[in-house]
DNA sequence: CGGGGAATTGAATACGTTCAAAGGCCGTGG
DNA sequence: CCACGGCCTTTGAACGTATTCAATTCCCCG
């Protein structure tokens, strides 16, 4: 079996960028569909393509909610800070999908955002979207879908990985769960390169980077994956998924 | 320290349905501050207050998708099933609180709904809501609302229990989840009764009864809470929220 | 009062963590 | 282009925590 990972590494941060279609934003961008007359808030309000440096903050906890959010290139992490200066990470936004919904409720960003790699976001105000959807059914109507589907990928997510008791089934579950969304973003999700740190993998999976990278070795050597660094190739779904211990439709 | 729990045990089982005003799906049964004539789902097309014996199944997972629910008296359980039949606890769903949001966009019920105790719901169908809400700006408006919430709570929830390394810190958010949801229904959260079993929180926190009930007496000996069966009195909330690991402003 | 399921407790085992050390990758500077 | 240094990752061994399996107790309900 050929587990290897080809050894030429060239550079893939941030650079090519999700197409418009793929991204999670489109619907609020070009509500064109419904509106009978065309229309596009992209022309309009959408701030597009702003380069973030890795390590650089989109927003951070606390702060008043002001927009909604692309990732059209690279990825972030969303994390909390605990009273002592700990980070706690809450999740993982990757190109093509969209942060800052849960900011809405509440009128401030529940968590900090913050770049892994040096990516790109479009930006996308909140006032002028809630101003024109009031105005464009078609706006509104893509919007509450956009929140839809936000819910259900949560849930999802949510049961993914809550009640995953051993660590392999985490890592199981995790490794699914980008593989799931890259392919809906239009990447392979059987051969990606993970944007993020182990220390971030395990902190969000509540686990400890030894364990994971004891895992990532255990899960080479049983042929489910192939990895080398940050590259993955998913090689045997079906015992992944056996891993994971999730029913099929899920996984 | 006072560490007991009245020995009376009342039979709290479903009786004492939730204040309309502090029910989830208020704003879409009454929508009439924004809408300028007054309107009323809820005299039109809610079915009010089916009963729901112990046990028995709102909607199964994979069902199409029909209707929201809102629990106005007792509480429900959400789960996957695995191929092999066992159960996966992915949510409760407590007295005031909605259901069946997360089926809206893949138009099937991702997960079934099934009764912890004798309980109550009210019905809204979706196919009445969609229509009305064309015609009604403010029910159209406070759905959205709802969506937005319903969005921020879990993403809080996720980060509540996700990264939770031990297994007391698991609990321990979990239980200040719980008191948090129900301080939000106009119970108390302070002390309250735990609809569901020890086996079901065990599932859903990705730990053995076993394990759970060693914490739940742990936790008392301490004094941080006092547990008789299912009744929890929430004795130090300070304590909890430490063991809980959680950044102060979230738990 | 008695039966049965749920919850608790106990002891041995398995698993993940911890702390320490070594290895590999990458950017920097010679 | 290669050597150096730092950081991230991997590996090792001892420890601590959660699980397992079994036995007991507690409650709820008849």
Same mark, same amino acid.
């Given at each position: 079996?050929?587990?290897?990972?080809?050894?030429?590494?060239?550079?893939?941060?941030?650079?090519?960028?999700?197409?418009?279609?793929?991204?999670?934003?489109?619907?609020?961008?070009?509500?064109?569909?419904?509106?009978?007359?065309?229309?596009?808030?992209?022309?309009?309000?959408?701030?597009?393509?702003?380069?973030?440096?890795?390590?650089?903050?989109?927003?951070?906890?606390?702060?008043?909610?002001?927009?909604?959010?692309?990732?059209?290139?690279?990825?972030?992490?969303?994390?909390?800070?605990?009273?002592?200066?700990?980070?706690?990470?809450?999740?993982?936004?990757?190109?093509?999908?969209?942060?800052?919904?849960?900011?809405?409720?509440?009128?401030?960003?529940?968590? %900090? *955002?913050?770049? $892994?790699?040096? /990516?790109?976001?479009?930006?996308?105000?909140?006032? =002028?979207?809630? @101003?024109? +959807?009031?105005?464009?059914?078609?706006?509104?109507?893509?919007?509450?879908?956009?929140?839809?589907?936000?819910?259900?990928?949560?849930?999802?997510?949510?049961?993914?990985?809550?009640?995953?008791?051993?660590?392999?089934?985490?890592? %199981? *579950?995790?490794? $699914?769960?980008? /593989?799931?969304?890259?392919?809906?973003?239009?990447? =392979?999700?059987? @051969?990606? +390169?993970?944007?993020?740190?182990?220390?971030?993998?395990?902190?969000?999976?509540?686990?400890?980077?030894?364990?994971?990278?004891?895992?990532?070795?255990?899960?080479?050597?049983?042929?489910?994956?192939?990895?080398?660094?940050?590259?993955?190739?998913?090689?045997?779904?079906?015992?992944?998924?056996?891993?994971?211990?999730?029913?099929?439709?899920?996984?």
């Amino acid at each position: 079996m050929d587990n290897s990972i080809s050894t030429d590494r060239k550079k893939r941060r941030g650079t090519q960028h999700v197409a418009c279609d793929d991204c999670g934003l489109f619907p609020l961008c070009n509500p064109i569909d419904l509106g009978g007359r065309e229309f596009s808030m992209a022309d309009e309000f959408v701030e597009r393509r702003q380069p973030l440096a890795a390590g650089e903050h989109l927003f951070r906890e606390g702060e008043p909610f002001s927009a909604l959010y692309a990732v059209t290139s690279g990825a972030l992490k969303l994390i909390n800070l605990t009273e002592d200066g700990q980070e706690l990470v809450v999740g993982f936004v990757l190109a093509g999908e969209t942060l800052g919904q849960t900011g809405i409720y509440p009128q401030r960003y529940p968590c %900090s *955002a913050i770049a $892994l790699e040096d /990516s790109h976001v479009c930006e996308l105000p909140y006032g =002028s979207l809630k @101003e024109t +959807s009031s105005q464009v059914p078609a706006l509104s109507q893509n919007f509450q879908s956009m929140m839809q589907k936000e819910n259900f990928d949560l849930h999802r997510q949510f049961a993914m990985l809550m009640a995953r008791k051993n660590a392999e089934q985490r890592l %199981s *579950a995790f490794l $699914l769960n980008l /593989s799931m969304r890259l392919d809906e973003r239009g990447y =392979s999700g059987e @051969e990606f +390169s993970l944007p993020m740190s182990r220390d971030d993998i395990a902190n969000f999976l509540g686990l400890r980077k030894e364990t994971l990278s004891r895992l990532f070795t255990k899960l080479h050597q049983t042929g489910a994956i192939a990895v080398r660094g940050k590259h993955i190739r998913m090689l045997d779904m079906e015992t992944l998924r056996d891993a994971s211990g999730l029913p099929r439709h899920i996984a």
